[in-house]
């Protein structure tokens, strides 16, 4: 169906854009067909988010695709790239193509990332229709794992892909794991995952992607150290990105002594210099997307002893409402936002005709109301877990509207499940 969204916000001027068979065909005045009230409504792209947990198969007691995409839908994304940590681990075709046929529930678009193993390598220089190749260097959920640097130098030189490094040096985080081994404080995982351990591990990835030119895609920096070396690595013209987690620029160490096992997460929450490092890379632009490594657990996995709960937040309904209450503060210019949440990842993972409002364009949109204050609740939340550690947080700035595929997927009243998204196409 053709639509008209009619009086909507769009680089600070009131416009309409025009949208026929999925695409935005013109942005202005003079044409119209079903309209779509939106005065006072900012539009932006809709989010893409490069790193989400959808956990299925394997995971569904925590997530499966249909809760997470109207999770994301309900938070202004369009597009999610999942993540191959799941069980079986997606590491060849038969695992990637099981998963493929259960994110066709989504009501967002979606692209997978594909896991790295040591035994793999021929694979993935021939793999099609990925995002990226997933690393986990440094344990993490799941049994994906390859910690000699060896390894990933042998397949940074066999592939062309754009590598995902989840950065902790593993023999760090082994040796504090025995130390520490009798204690249950939640505090003790910022000891076990140290910065060192972080800042160590990138110095490692980057030294070999300097060697082998490969393209890199750091995951949730939490560190000063950590982009002080990405900032020296992008000046030196190595073809290096990274992204931050919205966890990490919001929240700080000290809330294990409020949240506990809540906010495990890998890599920890740091301290506040760390997380004040974090928004000074936003701003000088060291940092290139947030993405939200949307994690959930149920919550009687959260409420379990120190060793045995797991790791990660979910994060994909409350990104972008964190982002414009920053916006509102004056601490964060809607512009940028857009360029962390939309127009990078698209330009990073190579996905065709997503991350503007451009004629030609695919119409993934989101409009947001930058007056709308609301509290974050655990009750109204979309995500299968049910909780999230920002519950209680009063935000100005939400998604009211999002659009995908030229079709209204979610207003303030409702989600229409009975859209579905598509697989995405990539830049060749």
């Not at 000063?224 to 990405?230: A, P, Q, V, Y």
């Not at 740091?270 to 936003?282: F, T, V």
């Not at 949440?341 to 949109?365: M, Q, S, T």
């Amino acid at each position: 169906m053709d639509t008209t969204l009619k009086n909507c916000i769009l680089n600070n001027k009131e416009t309409d854009i025009h949208i026929k068979d999925g695409v935005i065909v013109k942005i202005g005045k003079g044409v119209q067909s079903r309209v779509v009230d939106c005065a006072g409504l900012t539009l932006i792209p809709g989010l893409i988010d490069g790193h989400v947990h959808f956990r299925e198969p394997g995971g569904e007691a925590k997530e499966d695709w249909l809760t997470g995409s109207r999770a994301a839908v309900k938070g202004g994304i369009t597009t999610v790239l999942d993540m191959p940590n799941n069980d079986p681990p997606v590491i060849d075709e038969k695992s990637l193509n099981l998963k493929r046929e259960r994110a066709k529930k989504s009501v967002v678009n979606y692209g997978f990332h594909f896991g790295a193993t040591t035994k793999n390598i021929s694979l993935i220089k021939t793999i099609k229709g990925i995002a990226g190749v997933k690393i986990y260097f440094g344990s993490s959920t799941g049994n994906l794992l390859v910690d000699d640097p060896e390894d990933i130098k042998k397949l940074f030189s066999e592939s062309d892909k754009l590598f995902l490094i989840h950065a902790e040096d593993e023999k760090f985080i082994q040796s504090k794991t025995h130390d520490l081994k009798n204690l249950n404080d939640p505090l003790i995982h910022t000891e076990i995952r140290a910065p060192q351990a972080a800042i160590k591990a990138v110095g490692d990835i980057l030294r070999i992607a300097e060697e082998t030119k490969a393209r890199v895609h750091l995951c949730h920096v939490s560190t000063k150290g950590e982009l002080d070396l990405i900032a020296e690595a992008k000046r030196n013209g190595l073809q290096i990105t990274c992204e931050v987690s919205p966890h990490h620029l919001f929240l700080n160490s000290d809330e294990y002594n409020q949240q506990g096992n809540w906010v495990k997460v890998n890599p920890p929450l740091r301290s506040e210099e760390d997380r004040r490092a974090l928004w000074k890379g936003i701003k000088d632009k060291t940092v290139d997307t947030i993405g939200t490594d949307h994690a959930p657990h149920t919550k009687e996995e959260k409420q379990l002893a120190y060793w045995e709960a797991p790791s990660g937040v979910p994060g994909v309904e409350t990104m972008l409402p964190l982002l414009l209450n920053e916006v509102n503060k004056g601490k964060l210019d809607i512009n940028r936002v857009v360029e962390l949440v939309c127009e990078n990842p698209a330009k990073i993972f190579r996905i065709k005709n997503k991350g503007k409002v451009e004629e030609g364009y695919d119409a993934d949109l989101t409009l947001v109301d930058l007056q709308f204050e609301k509290e974050v609740m655990n009750e109204d939340l979309e995500t299968k877990c049910g909780w999230t550690p920002f519950a209680g947080r009063n935000l100005v700035g939400w998604p009211v509207t999002t659009i995908v595929g030229g079709n209204i997927v979610y207003n303030s009243l409702e989600i229409n499940e009975q859209f579905k998204g598509k697989e995405i196409d990539y830049e060749l």
